[in-house]
């Protein structure tokens, strides 16, 4: 140590290298202003490259050789040590590869633009600088337990889909080599969410949206629910969008990505109707608003005011697409029709109403008991299932 404390510095205005006797390559450079700083030179290739290892006294001799050491190695490997270090200040960081998975893949496609902004914005800001290579797993699961933990398990799902999603996206199209953090971390499992408008909350729920004092969120919720549509697509329904000849609505891009057309009810018709004869002559929205979307936006206090009116819990906007989808499902009607009408790109999405389709199993059950009370002659073959139940009463 005393031997490097004790090199002259230059006084010719020039740097001065001075090599070590035991380590090949390695060398202390000094600056006329006594700055010493270890480097290793080392041909790399067909080029002669002075490596940088780190400025003395910070780092020591002994830390040196052993750096020296590891980059031979390296060298001897026929690698460029610099290369991973000009990767490092090419990469994009974070926050970049966010911009670009939006730009690139979501706003071309997805209504759900604005929805991960807010997810990124509330969870993810404070990584925006950091390169993707320095975001550890550990990090991330701790991250997605605190999420879970103080805004709630589906808040921490959905961080984890679409930051997954982010960088899967980025890879796949070479804007990053860095590993995806995010791909060993497990969702919660959460309980599927089944509260639809039952039969006997209906007539308050009609009651107090008549009241509702705000003309376009009374529209807006009738069509919600006349349709099954994603609030998404209600709140920016155009008029172009819609043929009253056909009584049909062509939804351009729903959260799948994919176009949609869907038959307009009586109900739904009249809704529209009414709202067109009232409609500037240039309008372009069914709902226009006044912020920077040029429509509606959900109206979250109009929606507060009715469930106070009609004294509902734990109801929220999206439960009018569960709803209109129930009443199907109660109504008899197959899976795929309502898979087809809520525009589910998967059978999966659809099977929660499963659980409401009960008459055609009641049917098959009380036919399968009547066979069983023919089987044992408590019932005529010639009666029919109707019966059971008055004849099952006498066993």
């Known amino acids: 140590m005393r031997i490097i404390d004790d090199l002259p510095v230059p006084t010719d205005g020039k740097r001065k290298d001075y090599y070590d006797a035991h380590m090949r390559g390695l060398l202390v450079q000094v600056t006329p202003a ?9 041909k790399v290739g067909h080029n002669s490259q002075r490596l940088f290892i780190g400025p003395y006294p910070d780092v020591s001799i002994e830390a040196a050789r052993k750096k020296a050491v590891e980059i031979c190695a390296v060298v001897a490997k026929g690698e460029d040590p610099q290369e991973s270090k000009r990767r490092a200040r090419k990469e994009l960081t974070f926050g970049d590869l966010l911009e670009e998975y939006l730009k690139g893949h979501v706003r071309p496609r997805c209504l759900a633009a604005t929805e991960i902004e807010a997810v990124y914005r ?101 069509l919600s629910l006349f349709t099954g549509a994603r609030q998404a697509n209600v709140l920016a329904m155009k008029w172009d969008e819609i043929d009253f000849t056909l009584g049909t609505w062509r939804i351009p891009r729903t959260k799948n990505g994919d176009s949609q057309t869907l038959p307009l009810t009586r109900l739904a018709l009249e809704v529209l109707i009414h709202r067109h004869e009232e409609a500037e002559e240039d309008a372009e929205w069914v709902f226009p608003g006044n912020g920077s979307t040029g429509h509606l936006v959900e109206p979250k206090r109009q929606w507060q005011l009715l469930l106070e009116s009609a004294s509902l819990a734990d109801l929220r906007m999206h439960d009018l697409r569960r709803t209109a989808g129930s009443y199907m499902a109660m109504g008899n009607q197959s899976l ?22 009960n008459d055609p199993i009641r049917a098959a059950m009380e036919q399968a008991q009547a066979d069983m009370l023919i089987a044992a002659k408590l019932m005529p073959a ?3 299932v109707r019966k059971l139940r008055k004849n099952s009463k006498k066993i």
């Open 122 to 222: 509330r969870y993810l800001s404070d990584w925006k600088n950091r390169k993707l290579s320095s975001i550890k797993k550990s990090e991330v699961q701790a991250r997605f337990n605190y999420i879970g933990k103080t805004n709630g398990l589906t808040a921490a799902n959905h961080t984890l889909t679409y930051a997954r999603a982010a960088v899967n996206w980025c890879q796949k199209n070479g804007l990053t080599s860095a590993e995806n953090p995010w791909c060993h971390v497990k969702k919660f499992k959460t309980p599927s969410r089944e509260r639809f408008i039952k039969p006997d909350e209906f007539e308050k729920f009609f009651i107090a949206l008549k009241k509702l004092p705000n003309e376009g969120a009374r529209d807006y919720i009738y």
């Open 336 to 357: 795929h029709i309502i898979g087809k009408v809520l525009g589910h790109k998967s059978p999966t999405a659809t099977q929660i109403y499963s659980k409401l389709t």
């Open 34 to 42: 006594g700055k010493k700083t270890f480097y290793v030179r080392r």
């Open 382 to 384: 010639k009666d029919n």
